[in-house]
Structure formats: C-alpha cells, structure tokens
C-alpha cells in the first residue's frame, strides 16, 4: 500500500503558500518541516514516525493554536486547525483510509482559503487549486491503465466529482462573502486614514463585514448610519484620527433604547466598532463577556466580544460641549480662499445649507479620476466636481474648519440590507462610507453632502435572498455557542474540564472500536501488523509481491535461531486463513504466535546481512 505520494506533497505546498498570509509564522514552519519529513521518508524508504510521536506533535500544535487565537472559534483558528489534521495525516504510516483523509483535509484548506479575512484571491487560483487537488485523487486511487481508458477515467471521475461537490456547493451558495470579486482592488477594510479613494475601493468589494439582527423594533424609514471612528485632523482632503485619543473603561448602561439589535462582526473591523448612530447602551453578550473601551465625546467603542448587543435611540441629540477649535494650518488656493471668506460672514447653519446647495452641481461616482497633488481640494471643489463619498466629506468638514465651525469626518458604513423578510441585516464592504458631523446649538449634527449630488451609482437597497438566511442563523448561532460555553467552562471550572478530559478519552476509545468493528478485523491483525513494523525496523520489509509464506521463509533464514518457531507461525498462518473453516480458538492462538514470535524476534541479535 503505497498511501501518500509525493504529488499530494505538492498540493500541500500550493496550499500553505496560498493560506501563508492567514496563518501564523510557526505553523508555515511547521509545514514546511513535516512536509520535507515526509518526502525524505518517501525517497528513503526509512519508516514512518509512531502514533504515540504524532499524537504528542498534534497536541502540541493545537496548544500553540489556542494560546495564539483570541477568539478560539475564529476562522483563523479553525483552518489552523485542518492544517495540522493535514500534516498529521500525511506523516500517518500508509492505510486504507489515509489517502481519503488526506484528500479531505485539502478541501477542508480550500475551504479555508475561501473563508479567510483578507483580499480575495484571482478565481482561477480556485479553480486551479479544486483541478489540482481533484487530479490528486485520481492518481492516488487510479492505476495508470484506468488514466489512459477514456470510459473507466470518465466513470471514476464522476464517482469523485460528486462527494467534492456536495462539500464546495453549499459553502459557496450559503456564504456569498466568499465570491471573488470581478474588480482589481484589495479589500483592507476601514483604516484611521481618509483619502480619496480609499473607501471607492471597498464599494466594488460584495464582502459581508458584520450582520446584524434586530431583536425589537427595525429602522422604519429613517437611514441607518453605523459609526465606527471619527477622523479630527484634517490636511485639506486627508483626514485622520488624532493621536492624543485615549480611550476608557465604558460601564454599561441599563437604559435601553428604542431598537435593541445584536451586531455580528465577519470581518476584521478595523479600529473601530460599528454601531448605529445614537446607540446609548452597549455590552457583551453572556455574563463574562470581555471590557468594551469607548470615548465619551467622540461616542466610538472598542471591544473583542465575538457578539455584541445594544441599543439606541434616534431621538438622542448628541449633546455635547463646545470642542476647542483649532485654525486649520494648510495652504490653500485664492478661489477656496474666497470661498472661505464667504463662509465666514454666516452662521453654522448657514454655511452648511451653502455647501450643499453648491454641491448639488457635483457628480457622486466610483471612478473621479485622479486629483491634482499640488492643491487636491482646489481641484475638487472647482475642476473635477466628481468623487465619492471620502470627497465629499473630506473637502465639506475642510471648508468649515477653514471658516471657524467644528466639522469632523465619521468613517463607518450606511445601511445594509434585510434577508428576506427576516428580522437580519447584511452590511456589506460596499456600504462602507464617509460623512461629516458639524457642531451647533451645542451639540453634533450629522451631515452627509454626498446625498445632494447627482449620483452614477445606485444606491437601492432591496432586501436579499431568502436563501441568505441559514448563513445568517449559522453565524449567530455560532457565536451565541461560543459564548455560552466560555459561560460554562468558568462556572464549572475544573468539573467542566475534567468532563472533556473524560470525554476526550472515551469518544477516541469508543469510534477505534466501532471502527474496527466495522471493518471485522480478524483478532490476529493487529499483533501481525506490530510484528511486520517490528521487523521492518530491523531491516526486513515484506515486498509487494511476496507471499505470506515466502517472506517468512526469509524471516526464519535470517533469524536461524528462531526458524522452528517462524516455520511453524507460516504453517498455522496457513491454516487460518486458507483452510476449511477454523475454531476462534485458532484464530486466538494465531495472535498469541505472533506476539510470542515478535519478542524472541527482539531479543536476538539483527538479521545476518
């Protein structure tokens, strides 16, 4: 049996060079090592590593694995995970099952490489990687002569083609997040920098970046603006966050708002949490959920809770004290100054109606073409007249500052889209945005300028499939697990611990004999196969093309001392499994031989050469 060829080494290699990004340096290093193990065994012809050596290697691995993922139920996590089952699997000594096994945990790798945060990769690099691993299949299971027939390949194909798609399907059907993207652009997701073209990006992106699903009631008409950083340094058409920002300890509160929703995140979020404008209450979900930081007066949260829930009220005024305005030190061009100057002779309120009435005129669009370097904002506000959203909120809250009102940028994203009928929404890269909020009669208002211009993109907002649904449930339902566990294990503690222990014994002792059940293994298989290694560890290894009782005709030739004994082992091998039907007796004392055998065997010195 010759079990994993060097080929399906090449397909591991594909694969951890592709997943390289998502996982941690040791584990790429790990990879490396088994792997080239493994080819040194296959070119060398020395044994395999002992189970009780991978069992210490897996174990020391998962370890690595829990103690360097925060969450341990994160995607990173779970494909660390089949990466190691992959290289224990590999490194197993060749069996009936293991080429299956192997084979799988490829697919459970693609799998991953699908799921992974991060850009997505070209799609014929998908379709690259399903042939390769399938082509993987046929070798390993094929013989060369059903390869080159036309009518046995095309019927083994088939018979493999199917078990592959029923895994890949549902995975792609349920989690659209997954689709490659059509555009050139890599998905980075929200930064604490604002410049144009940044988030024009994430538009093209169809990525799912957190769900949403709202426990009573759901914004009726009223948009939903999710804020995750505020951006108070401006450098004309670059914003950014200021530096001197601390966040604190936030407390949560009692008072519940008029919706109350639970936020999923999918993706790494950036520096910010999102949440709907006006949210006044924020926890974690389950009694030990993880510190939640904020800013009091920026009202921007931080947390690593996996399942967020909250509440706001959009009757809530944003109250806040008058923020110490700081002149704007940029130079500016003499037509924005003059606009500037205009600025200046109107109240706050009055400067903002004047922006967007002037912006009414300009075009909102994914492709603005590329701003002049040396006055960017001048070329925006009096050439170009075209941007997306970073342009439009960028140059607005610029303008204010440059006339003596307190504008900030906001980063975040706005809207969504419901499943169905159903009660969760779906927000998605593509509903990343930018707006600006403006100071007044004491407290922030949120302006969005990019509303008033003419759009070349659409911006409806009908409800998704229905068939979204279970992946919206899956998720939830996932991270609601999580949770509770983390509740268990540190309520029960050591009772709770001791329970897995006892379960990690037991599952593994109960599926080996259920399996070996299945397969009805005679009695004496596993004292042979001990007595084979025993042997091939001592130089003696039985060809594919020798009979039973040829080779130990060699064993007795070698071990002269032990001839007597080996001969008669042959003779009551014989017996048992070709002549007319034994006792179980028989079958017993067969297995007792071959231990009996395998100990005189160690104990006398090595075979003569």
Known sequence: MKGVQNFALIVFAFLIMLLMPGLPLWMVIAAMVLGLWKWWILRSGTGHPSRVLLSALGTLMLAFVFLDSAPIFSRESMVSVVCIACMLFILDRPHLRQVMLVHGAFYG???????????PLPLFLYFFMTVLIFFSLLVHHLPPSALLSLWPLGRNILKISLPVSAI?????????????QNA??????????????????????DRVAFRVRFLQDQPADQPMYWRSMVLEESFGMIWRKKRQVEMQDYTPRSAAGHMTYELIPEVRLGLGLPLLEHTISVQGAGHHATQIWWHADLRIYQTQNELIEASAAPVDRFSAEAPVHEELKIQISDRTQTLVNHLKRLSPEQQVQTLLLRMQDYTYTLHPGVLNRDDALDDFLFEKKR?????????????????????RVVAGYEGGVFIGNSDFLLVRDSDAHAWTEVYWDGRWHRIDPSDVARSEVSRDSERVWIT???????????????????EWAQEFEYLWMSLIAVLAILVP??????????????????????????LEKRGLQREQHEGMRDFLRRVAQNFPAEASHVMELSQLYQDVLYGPAAEPRAAEDLHRRFQSIRRLINKSPYPRT
């Open 509 to 534: 002792i109960q599926i080996w004999r259920l399996q070996k059940k299945r397969l009805n293994r005679p009695v004496w298989q596993s004292a042979m196969e001990n007595f084979f290694r025993d």
């Open 387 to 407: 941007g997306f959203c970073e342009h439009f909120a960028a140059s607005f809250a610029t303008l204010l500052q440059l006339a003596g009102t307190p504008a």
């Open 468 to 486: 979204a649904l279970p992946s919206a449930w899956f998720a939830y339902g996932l991270r609601l697990a999580v949770v509770k566990l983390r």
């Open 109 to 119: 790798l693609l799998i991953g490489l699908l799921v992974m945060r991060g850009a």
């Open 168 to 180: 890949l399907l549902p995975v792609y059907f349920f989690f659209p997040e997954i689709r490659p």
């Open 184 to 205: 050139d652009y890599a998905v980075t997701g929200l930064s604490d920098i604002l410049e144009p073209g940044r988030i024009a990006k994430l538009a093209l992106s």
